[in-house]
């Protein structure tokens, strides 16, 4: 890997702390990171270096891994900070300490800038790189949601491209780092036994399911800004329907497995409001930092359609909400019931399940012959922990991310064409948002959504 100098912007925000510089320290102790490098935060609160490095030792404290002596002295005298904020009129100190850890890394160190802020914030800042001489042969890493609007996405993506080129331009969605979201491919296209059966001939229904019930307390303002359909909806879940629902792609590659993924989000049908339950935790308006009348969704609930010719009719059904009763990150694959000899048998018992939480898990429920003198039908799971496989080496989402732009390899980032078409599927309801209900804190979210699922019913939940 070449010589690499990081900019973090935002480096003292939430994010940073609880993702980004935990990600940056695992990739330094299991040996990932070049062999020179620094990493410069920026933010517009006058820092020393010494502060910075007690704020990231703090985050790393907190969110782990915990800093141990060794790694730790060589990490942390790789860390700088560059106060003053940056902008087009003013690059704060930033391109004084970046002369500072080039001279340490190397003049000819790649750069490689994190924008760990709110999406405001993306426009100004990729001008002030172009406008400052630091965009050139840099990459460039964008946290979702990239753009807050389809008006929005299109403004934002014509400057990206004035300052960039797309093979410059990371927009980092973590699901799509999650062991478990890559073997949704994996396991289909390695196994004949998923892949024949991976159609609208013996699938009934696909649940994609991310129910929290964590709040936003330590994001308010962000979150308020944002809501479920932004944060979640239009970014994690919807990449994760194109994961399951892609074409088989002529390779693995990055700009196969990317067209593969694009090709499929621009046949998702435009979501129906009918079809869209949107929530409300009791109590969210209550949160400091949250106006008392707030509109703000933080539930929403969808079935959407794929018209082509592997999927159609089968709905997929996604959910995602703060304050539920159980947190999961889970897709549901559900199979449908075979034709005879047996009848009666239970709903929903053939389901293939990918747990996209931790290390991820594969688990598949089927039906097996209960031993006895009976022919009674019981419902089994098998069940295969990712992480326990032999030799396995599972890395956190962002550590893997953020190791691929090292890299250069794009194929678990989002393309503008699969974008542009992301949008315009959740169009329909941020110009007619359905109904905002309330639901209490510690349930499965509104009753309505209980409609989306029949006549069988969430598998969580239900």
Known sequence: MPRTVFVLFGATGDLARRMVLPAFYTLAIEGLLPGEWALVGNGRGDVAHEDFRRHVHDALTEFG???????????????????GGFGSDSPGSLLDVLGEARGR??????????LAVPPVAFPELTRALGQHGLATNARVVYEKPFGTSPDGFRRLDRIVHKVLDESQVFRIDHFLGKEATQNLHVLRFANELFAASWD???????????PE????????????ATGAVLDMLV?????VAAEVAMEPPAS???????????????AFRPLDPAEVVLGQFAGYR????????????????????????????????????????????????????????LTGLPRQANVLTFSLAGDGEIDVRLLAK????????????????????????????YVRLIHDVLLGDRSLFTRPDGLSAAWKVVRPVLQDPPRLHRYAQGSWGPAAARKLAAPHGWLLGD
């Open 235 to 239: 970014t994690h879940l919807f990449q």
């Open 105 to 114: 890394v190397g003049e000819d160190a790649q750069l490689v800038h994190y």
């Open 370 to 397: 209960k031993p006895g003198v009976e022919l009674d039908v019981e419902s089994a799971t098998v069940r295969l922990p990712l992480g326990r496989l032999p030799e396995g080496e599972p890395l956190p989402p």
């Open 252 to 266: 693995l590659g990055a700009a196969d497995l990317q067209s593969a993924r694009e090709k499929v989000i621009r």
């Open 65 to 83: 891994p915990a800093p141990e002596k060794g790694p730790w002295r060589d990490f942390e005298r790789r860390l700088y900070f560059a106060g």
């Open 213 to 224: 019930d964590l709040g936003i307390d330590d994001r308010a303002a962000f979150y308020d």
């Open 286 to 341: 209550d949160v400091e930092g949250i106006p008392k009348r707030s509109r703000t969704d933080t539930y929403v609930a969808g079935r959407l359609w794929i018209d082509n010719a592997r999927w159609r009719g089968v709905p997929f059904l996604l959910r995602t909400g703060k304050r539920m009763a159980e947190s999961h990150q889970r897709v549901g694959i559900v199979l449908r019931d075979p034709a005879g000899p």
């Open 200 to 210: 609208r001939e013996h699938i009934e229904s696909v649940q994609i399911d991310v």
